[in-house]
């Protein structure tokens, strides 16, 4: 199994950056395509970020395009999130997820998941 740990997040006025960090543990986080997802209170989750095993490609939702930069550190087992220019509507939990592939999907979702990390994003 692969366990994930998400940290980072916090209270940031609209404007500001916050950089979400994920640890993983297990042996096949270096050939697992990982992704970022939120959900904010009576939402559903939705996507906001992916990238494949490698660290070549790189997927996002087209409301964080320019702002959010999605990367992975294999040698240290992590995934980040670096979020600027945040926006109010984007406060949420925050959440890693793994998939059972090296490649990222559109049509799939990841398999495991973090706890999340709360993010609030104040006007």
């Known amino acids: 199994q692969v366990q994930l740990v998400e940290s980072g997040g916090g209270l940031v006025q609209a404007g500001g950056s916050l950089r979400l960090s994920c640890a993983a543990s297990?042996?096949?986080?270096?050939?697992?395509?990982m992704g970022w997802f939120r959900q904010a209170p009576g939402k559903e989750r939705e996507f906001v970020a992916a990238i494949n095993w490698s660290g070549d490609n790189t997927y996002y939702r087209d409301s964080v395009k320019g702002r959010f930069t999605i990367s992975r550190d294999n040698y240290h087992n992590s995934v980040y999130l670096e979020m600027n220019s945040l926006k109010p509507e984007e406060t949420a939990t925050y959440y890693c997820?793994?998939?059972?592939?090296?490649?990222?999907?559109?049509?799939?979702?990841?398999?495991?998941w973090g706890q999340g990390t709360q993010v609030t994003v104040t006007s």
């Open positions: 297990g042996r096949t986080f270096s050939s697992s395509a």
């Open positions: 997820g793994g998939y059972p592939k090296p490649y990222y999907v559109h049509t799939l979702w990841p398999n495991y």
